[in-house]
């Protein structure tokens, strides 16, 4: 058994009684068995008088039986003593830990939550830069094909008076003209339509990357307490159930015990 591993520690123990009643325990392969034993033994021989060859080599030896015992005893009780002591000073390290990383996350949180306000604040600038950006190239575009058009009504108005032929002459070449003026306003219209398209692509890209909606896809989750007004604190939470809001939809929850609410 103590070579399987099934003993913890031997008790040879005898009670009280004449000396001579020991003689029977103490013998050589006794005592050379004893300092071999895989595992520890305590002696409780006799009386408190008495004092044979294996209290010499036993692991501990004790008065009597009753003493052994309670040396047992004591190691137990001493052990359980040392296990409360380390987990009582394991369980304070892990909540020390614990409350570290829930401060380190709430900081994080926050500086995420300023960061994409300021790059959302941002982008709004940028299209609103570019949708002036578009206004403007409309506003000159029609400024000059205006102008091109008052130049024909001129050129029409002047040639009334000259001979048919010279007349369709000119208006032909004004035609061209003003066709080649219109294609090259209209690429250039297509060039910036679609310069300020790819901007704006781009800018709602990012505007939709950092959106609550992204930010929830990404594993976050957002607090809403009963008047649909975002939880920043521990100190909100209330009696009142509360709305988690994720990627797939939300969820009512509510606090199941106060005391157990940490910062």
């Not at 040639?159 to 003209?177: C, D, I, P, Y």
């Not at 219209?189 to 950092?210: K, M, N, T, W």
């Amino acid at each position: 058994m103590a070579q399987g591993e099934g003993l913890d520690v031997l008790l040879l123990v005898r009670g009280g009684g004449h000396a001579a009643g020991l003689a029977s325990l103490v013998f050589e392969d006794v005592a050379r068995l004893i300092c071999t034993f895989p595992v520890p033994v305590i002696t409780g021989l006799g009386h408190a008088t008495d004092r044979t060859l294996l209290d010499e080599v036993a692991w501990k030896a004790t008065d009597t039986p009753s003493k052994a015992i309670g040396l047992v005893q004591d190691l137990i009780r001493d052990r359980a003593e040392r296990i409360m002591i380390d987990y009582r000073t394991i369980r304070k390290a892990v909540n020390s830990s614990i409350e570290q990383q829930a401060q380190l996350l709430q900081v994080r949180r926050e500086r995420i939550l300023r960061d994409a306000a300021a790059c959302l604040h941002q982008h709004e600038s940028r299209i609103e830069s570019a949708q002036q950006t578009v206004i403007t190239s409309r506003s000159f575009l029609r400024t000059r094909l205006d102008e091109s058009l008052q130049h024909l009504e001129r050129l029409i108005r002047e040639l009334t008076g000259v001979r048919s032929g010279l007349f369709l002459a000119v208006l032909k070449r004004e035609n061209r003209e003003l066709e080649r003026l219109r294609r090259e306003i209209t690429c250039l219209l297509q060039q910036a339509l679609d310069r300020v398209g790819l901007a704006l692509e781009g800018l709602h890209r990012e505007i939709r990357a950092l959106s609550v909606e992204g930010t929830l896809a990404r594993g976050f989750a957002l607090v809403l307490d009963h008047n649909r007004h975002p939880v920043r604190h521990v100190a909100q939470i209330g009696g009142a159930p509360l709305t988690l809001s994720l990627a797939d939809g939300t969820v009512q929850v509510r606090r199941a015990d106060p005391t157990t609410l940490t910062k």
